[in-house]
């Protein structure tokens, strides 16, 4: 499984709460997110969702010790329909907007909000999140403004994590959580992260505490 700092620092840092039963993982890809939540929380159940294939991540499910409580479906979210809303909602969505596309499209579907618009990816939280369920996504800090514009008056920022590589660089990426506008009662809380020390391969106590449940070497 090729495992990303991105999938890692959402699936270690998204809020998982006791009661909550039902995941999702929007563009799942490898499973990697949905595999993580299932092993955080128990009792739950896990969908994930994504437009190319997730044979993969069943194969990834099937030889963990959680894939019995992992699905996985291959569907655009905007058709994605479910009986039961979700507790909790992850995503690691394809994130450059306006930057030019390149020749290769699996590359091109996997880092452009191509087939996954934004707004369309609000509303499909919108759609399936409970009444006080929570949407977790990370993206770019530049692409987080974007993003919490088309939120405002629908999704209400609950919590933030702005992420550095090290001390020396700016912040590269933003952890996200929302809940349901009409759901939010206080004001959201504002963190910051540094993943590496600066040295190779040599991470911080706050990085290391964060995802020492999915590394073997931590």
């Avoid at 890809?29 to 991540?57: E, F, H, N």
């Avoid at 479906?73 to 992850?90: G, M, N, W, Y």
């Avoid at 452009?112 to 929570?134: M, S, Y």
Wanted: aromatic share 8%; charged share 25%.
């Amino acid at each position: 499984m090729k495992v990303g700092t991105d999938g890692v620092l959402l699936g270690a840092w998204a809020g998982v709460r006791p009661s909550d039963r039902r995941m999702l993982d929007i563009g799942t890809g490898t499973g990697l997110i949905a595999l993580m939540l299932a092993q955080r929380a128990p009792k739950a159940s896990v969908i994930g969702v994504d437009i190319d294939d997730v044979v993969q991540a069943r194969e990834n499910a099937d030889a963990s010790p959680w894939g019995d409580r992992v699905a996985f479906e291959r569907c655009a979210v905007q058709e994605f329909s479910t009986p039961e809303l979700f507790d909790l909602i992850v995503s690691n969505p394809p994130f450059f907007v306006d930057s030019l596309t390149c020749p290769d499209e699996g590359r091109t579907a996997a880092r452009h909000a191509v087939h996954l618009p934004f707004d369309e990816l609000r509303d499909a939280v919108l759609r399936l999140l409970a009444p006080a369920g929570r949407f977790a996504v990370i993206l770019p800090t530049s692409e987080a403004a974007r993003f919490l514009t088309v939120c405002a008056g629908r999704l209400a920022l609950t919590r933030r994590t702005d992420v550095r590589t090290t001390l020396r660089h700016p912040a590269k990426r933003a952890l996200m959580e929302f809940s349901r506008a009409d759901a939010a009662a206080t004001a959201p809380e504002i963190s910051e992260l540094v993943v590496g020390t600066g040295e190779h391969e040599c991470y911080t106590p706050e990085y290391r505490t964060l995802t020492r449940d999915f590394y073997l070497k931590f």
